[in-house]
Structures are given as structure tokens and as C-alpha cells.
């Protein structure tokens, strides 16, 4: 009897009972085990959770990194066109260009007019193109910039108000 009852006091107990491993416990030491299962059953579902709102969290930073970064790229396409934009019409005024939109194909056209000396007609506002051949084509550019050559400024105010051609400043930043 003695020895049931250190045994008794030795538990778990384990047995093998018709061929299986059996453990014997005390009714505490069973609960102790079941709320251990049970706080860490409840952990892992916590950390599950805890794993989707960060994956749902990484998705929302992911998505507007993307968006920053698409912005970025369009903001800067956007500026360099700009600037291609804005040294073109910087250029071909500079080199002496008419620039008009042709509305059968929708393009804008540009038309050299470097080896040509604009007249007006202070009365009627007529400009005229008058054909120079002292010009150095692969320098007009510089030639242009070198001699400061340009209609002097308020030149419409000498034509007629009824035949005065509208002038204005394109905004670029030269």
C-alpha cells in the first residue's frame, strides 16, 4: 500500500495500456495543461491576426510608395518635356521661325524663315519677308544672338490700332 501511495504522488504516471502510451494525471494538472493549449492557442490566433493587419499595412505602404513613385516619374517626364518644349520655342524664336498649328493633321508646324528680313507696314500692319542670302545657315543662331538682331520693342504700336497684330509673351524661363 506504501508503495501505491508514493507512486500515487508521482504523477504523471506513464503506462502503456494495450499497446498505447497512457499518462495518468492529477485533475489540476490536467487544467494547468488544457489553459496552457488554450493561451497559447489564443497567442497563436492573436498572432495571426496581428500578421494580417501588418501584411494589409505593408500592402497600403506598398501602394503609395508605387503611387509616390509613378508621381515622381510623370513629374519629371512632365519637366523634362517642358524643358524640351521650352528650348525649342526659345530656339526657333531666337533662329527667326513663323510656328503655326495646322488644323487638317493637328501638328504645329515650324517654318524657317533665318534667311529672311521681316518689314511691316506701318499702315496696314502687312509684315513682309524679304529673301537675304548674307546669312550663314549653320550659325544663325549665334549670328542672331551676336548682333542682339530683334524688332525693336512696342514695334506694333506704330501700325494702325485697327490693323494691329496682338502680341504677347510666352511664359517661359529664359
Request: net charge negative; with cysteine; proline share 2%.
Amino acid at each position: 500500500m506504501s508503495n501505491l501511495i508514493l507512486c500515487q504522488s508521482n504523477y504523471p504516471l506513464k503506462t502503456i495500456i494495450k499497446g498505447d502510451s497512457v499518462v495518468i494525471l492529477k485533475v489540476e494538472q490536467a487544467d494547468e495543461i488544457n489553459s496552457i493549449f488554450e493561451r497559447q492557442k489564443k497567442e497563436i490566433a492573436d498572432l495571426k491576426k496581428t500578421i494580417e493587419d501588418l501584411k494589409w499595412v505593408q500592402q497600403e505602404k506598398d501602394s503609395v510608395i508605387v503611387s509616390l513613385v509613378e508621381k515622381q516619374v510623370i513629374d519629371s517626364t512632365i519637366a523634362k518635356r517642358l524643358d524640351i518644349i521650352e528650348n525649342w520655342l526659345y530656339w526657333a524664336s531666337v533662329e527667326g521661325s513663323w510656328i503655326y498649328f495646322s488644323f487638317e493633321d493637328s501638328l504645329i508646324y515650324r517654318v524657317d524663315l533665318s534667311n529672311y528680313k521681316v518689314r511691316k507696314d506701318n499702315n496696314t500692319g502687312d509684315l513682309y519677308f524679304y529673301w537675304c542670302e548674307d546669312y550663314d545657315k549653320d550659325n544663325i543662331a549665334d549670328e542672331f544672338i551676336e548682333n542682339n538682331e530683334s524688332p525693336a520693342l512696342n514695334w506694333q504700336k506704330d501700325i494702325r490700332r485697327s490693323r494691329r497684330p496682338k502680341i504677347e509673351i510666352v511664359p517661359i524661363k529664359h
